[in-house]
């Protein structure tokens, strides 16, 4: 896949990001291209390497840089006691792209990501997350994105977390059967095609490999939430220590989850606990009682008998996408394995009781809410 291909895909999804390949002098080439005489802000995160600052901070000297190193916790409101003269923001790091484009949304100016490893996370969301002091607040997508093929940091990681697309396609599928046509899948299918050859140890394979995650990213911008990942972030947030297994704990657990639910019969008639669902995962989540509810539609009887017998009708076709899935998921798996990664370290009570909430987690007709509308999760305790 090359830059014609990407550059295509972001004017499709009316994206002005340039990207480019190259190291920290392309990046400058970038910066003077756009702000030749501005100063600028020099944005990283806590746990980055020291060096990586110093040699920004070196190379980007006649740009005056202010740099600023931003906490787990930090909210961005500091960043607003700035300089006025700031025109720019150069970030490494997800969290810093957020805050750069946060800052540069408000203040005016462009942003710039240096990308130490092939991801897209937080160059193209369409808002702040909804956890944070600024949820919900609208972002400009970054302005250029750099990436070092050099570097390769990170390539596993990124390669577990962008395979979540298909488990996102899956539920796109299921949705689209029992609810109609929805968002068009098309681009989480071609970031599957390119991950199944993409694993960072080359220049080719990285370039994949962040294709593939920024396809992914830009296919979230159009398809909203999905059930896995709203999973995913809980399973991070709840076990903090083990966050960086949670991408490949939910692509295999969910694929398999999935394989198994499409060859069951949903019990007749039943009616889950919606109350205690919605108000679970609020206190699960942080979410307000308002964002929970809108992803829960009760259905009449006469929609439940419908989705009971549409359910018998195309199970089957569903069985196998999800099958594929499965073997994908497994595919995934071995790449990790073969790059030295141990597998996740989460128990199946861990991983069912997220997929268990999940289920409120997204608007889609995933299969996690079909497993709540048929029966197969049970209602939470009367505590909640």
């Known amino acids: 896949?090359?830059?014609?291909?990407?550059?295509?895909?972001?004017?499709?999804?009316?994206?002005?990001?340039?990207?480019?390949?190259?190291?920290?002098?392309?990046?400058?080439?970038?910066?003077?291209?756009?702000l030749p005489y501005a100063k600028i802000l020099l944005l990283m995160e806590e746990d980055t390497d020291c060096s990586v600052m110093e040699k920004l901070r070196f190379c980007l000297q006649s740009f005056r840089p202010v740099s600023v190193v931003l906490g787990k916790r930090d909210d961005f409101t500091g960043l607003f006691s700035m300089p006025d003269d700031i025109r720019g923001a150069v970030a490494v790091g997800k969290r810093s792209a957020l805050a750069a484009r946060f800052f540069c949304t408000l203040r005016g100016g462009y942003s710039f990501a240096y990308l130490q490893s092939p991801s897209a996370d937080?160059?193209?969301?369409?808002?702040?997350?909804?956890?944070?002091?600024?949820?919900?607040?609208?972002?400009?997508e970054i302005?250029?994105?750099?990436?070092?093929?050099?570097?390769?940091?990170?390539?596993?990681?990124?390669?577990a977390h962008t395979a979540l697309s298909a488990v996102c396609l899956q539920e796109l599928y299921t949705d689209a059967v029992f609810c109609g046509n929805g968002p068009d899948g098309g681009v989480f299918e071609r970031a599957i095609s390119l991950l199944q050859g993409a694993d960072g140890k080359g220049d080719r394979e990285t370039a994949d490999l962040f294709f593939a995650s920024a396809l992914f990213c830009m296919g979230l911008?159009?398809?909203?939430?999905?059930?896995?990942?709203?999973?995913?972030?809980?399973?991070?947030r709840k076990y903090p220590a083990r966050a960086q297994d949670a991408d490949m704990a939910v692509l295999l657990y969910y694929a398999a989850r999935y394989a198994v639910f499409f060859s069951k019969s949903p019990r007749a008639f039943f009616v889950p606990d919606y109350a205690a669902r919605v108000c679970r995962a609020v206190k699960e989540t942080g979410f307000s009682m308002q964002a929970i509810r809108r992803n829960v539609s009760v259905p009449t009887g006469k929609e439940s008998f419908n989705r009971e017998r549409l359910f018998a009708q195309v199970k089957e076709k569903l069985g196998i996408s999800a099958a594929?899935?499965?073997?994908?998921?497994?595919?995934?798996?071995?790449?990790?394995?073969?790059?030295?990664?141990?597998?996740?370290?989460?128990?199946?009570?861990?991983l069912k009781e997220i997929y268990d909430i999940s289920a409120e987690l997204?608007?889609?007709?995933?299969?996690?809410?079909?497993?709540?509308?048929?029966?197969?999760l049970p209602n939470p305790a009367s505590a909640f």
């Open 1 to 34: 896949m090359g830059l014609d291909e990407i550059e295509k895909k972001l004017k499709e999804f009316d994206l002005q990001t340039k990207v480019r390949f190259g190291g920290m002098k392309e990046l400058e080439q970038c910066v003077r291209q756009s």
């Open 122 to 140: 937080g160059l193209f969301d369409t808002a702040m997350p909804e956890t944070g002091a600024w949820g919900g607040y609208p972002l400009r």
């Open 143 to 159: 302005d250029f994105a750099v990436l070092d093929t050099n570097a390769g940091q990170k390539a596993e990681k990124v390669l």
């Open 221 to 236: 911008r159009r398809c909203g939430r999905f059930a896995c990942l709203e999973g995913t972030e809980l399973l991070k």
């Open 324 to 350: 594929v899935l499965a073997d994908f998921a497994d595919t995934i798996r071995k790449k990790m394995l073969l790059a030295g990664q141990k597998p996740p370290r989460f128990s199946q009570e861990e």
């Open 362 to 376: 997204s608007p889609l007709m995933s299969p996690p809410s079909l497993e709540r509308e048929f029966g197969f």
